[in-house]
């Protein structure tokens, strides 16, 4: 098990899960998926990383991998080859329970169409959904929706947006701005400044109460 600060593996190294500490930072786990808005995951992890006091880990889809530079997210990041390198036998931990043990908030920016329809309907088949499916609903989830004008219009957008509320799961809303396809219309992911503040608002609620036994 790796200490809460430890990075990425070197190549050929089997990943290892996040340890649990208790160090009384706030844990902060930034789901990305494969929407353009997953370009801003950096500016997330780096603005995370300046409130007092939070640790920060990411789980990323393969989609997602398309739109950001590994190499500018000052975390570790979890993907779906971590998942089945860590597991090897029955005593070996599994990773997205892991995560979500670790985890004291779970932010989803951007949260795509396609991954919105999987949470909607239950469907776990990446660590990421995985994640989420056995996410403790004590604790915050925040998704942060990021697609094109005419998905967001989709009747069945706004069904699985009720649902995903209606789990306990907070939404931060999407705006209105001209979208990199270059259609202008609402879809775009909230600006980063509004989702730290978001969680900071979580962050400062944690503090005004003892810590959860684990």
């Not at 007092?52 to 789980?59: H, L």
């Not at 908030?105 to 660590?127: E, F, H, Q, R, Y």
């Amino acid at each position: 098990i790796l200490p809460a600060n430890d990075q990425s593996p070197a190549p050929g190294r089997r990943a290892c899960a996040p340890s649990l500490n208790s160090s009384g930072s706030f844990r902060v786990l930034v789901g990305v998926t494969g929407s353009v808005a997953a370009l801003k995951l950096p500016a997330v992890v780096d603005q995370l990383l300046q409130l007092p006091g939070v640790d920060v880990r990411v789980v990323t889809t393969e989609h997602a991998k398309h739109f950001y530079n590994h190499a500018e997210v000052a975390v570790k990041i979890y993907s779906d080859k971590d998942e089945w390198e860590l597991w090897k036998q029955r005593t070996d931990p599994v990773l997205h329970i892991e995560l979500r043990r670790w985890a004291d908030l779970l932010v989803i920016a951007p949260l795509d169409a396609n991954t919105l329809g999987k949470i909607s309907n239950g469907i776990c088949d990446n660590l990421l959904t995985c994640v989420v499916r056995a996410w403790d609903t004590s604790r915050p989830l925040l998704f942060c929706p990021a697609m094109n004008t005419a998905m967001w219009l989709h009747p069945i957008t706004a069904q699985q947006i009720s649902r995903l509320k209606e789990f306990g799961y907070m939404e931060v809303p999407c705006i209105s701005k001209k979208l990199v396809c270059g259609d202008e219309g609402k879809g775009a992911m909230a600006e980063v400044s509004t989702i730290i503040s978001v969680v900071e608002q979580h962050l400062h609620k944690s503090k005004e109460k003892p810590e959860e036994s684990r």
